[in-house]
C-alpha cells in the first residue's frame, strides 16, 4: 500500500487556478486519480491516469470541459492537478486515490480501482 498526501486547496474566486499536490510514498503506483465531494453530494471522479499501468494515459471527467489537467511527477513520486477557470461548483474537497496492487484497470473513473486514499483538501470558489 501506499500513503498519500494531498495539498494546494484554498480560498479562490471564480475565474482562478489552483494546482492540488498529491505526496506518494510506499509502493509503486500503477494508477492514480482525483476525485471530488461537494457538501451534500457523493464522491465523484475528476480525473485520473495510468503509471505502470498504460503510462500517461489520462482520463477526464466530461463536466470538466477540459479546464483541468492531471500530470505526475517522476522524480518526486507526486501527482498534481492543475485547475483552471475554477467555478463555484468546483467548490469540494478533493481526494488522490492510488491503485497499487491491480496490474490493469478497467477504468480509471471508478473508485473500487483505487486501494489508497489521501486525506483531502478543501477548494473552495467563490463568485
Known amino acids: 500500500q501506499v500513503q498519500l498526501v494531498e495539498s494546494g486547496g484554498g480560498l479562490v474566486q471564480a475565474g482562478d487556478s489552483l494546482r492540488l499536490s498529491c505526496v506518494a510514498s510506499?509502493?509503486?503506483?500503477?494508477?492514480a486519480a482525483w476525485f471530488r465531494q461537494a457538501p451534500g453530494k457523493e464522491r465523484e471522479f475528476v480525473a485520473g491516469?495510468?503509471?505502470?499501468?498504460?503510462?500517461?494515459?489520462?482520463y477526464y471527467a466530461d463536466f470538466l470541459m477540459g479546464r483541468f489537467t492531471i500530470s505526475r511527477d517522476n522524480s518526486k513520486n507526486t501527482v498534481n492537478l492543475q485547475m483552471n477557470s475554477l467555478t463555484p461548483e468546483d467548490t469540494a474537497v478533493y481526494y488522490c486515490?492510488?491503485?497499487?496492487?491491480?496490474?490493469?484497470?478497467?477504468?480509471?473513473?471508478?473508485?473500487?480501482?483505487?486501494?489508497?486514499w489521501g486525506q483531502g483538501t478543501q477548494v473552495t470558489v467563490s463568485s
Open positions: 486515490a492510488a491503485a497499487t496492487f491491480s496490474t490493469n484497470i478497467y477504468s480509471l473513473k471508478y473508485e473500487n480501482q483505487y486501494d489508497s
Open positions: 510506499g509502493r509503486t503506483l500503477v494508477a
Open positions: 491516469i495510468g503509471i505502470t499501468w498504460r503510462e500517461g494515459a489520462t
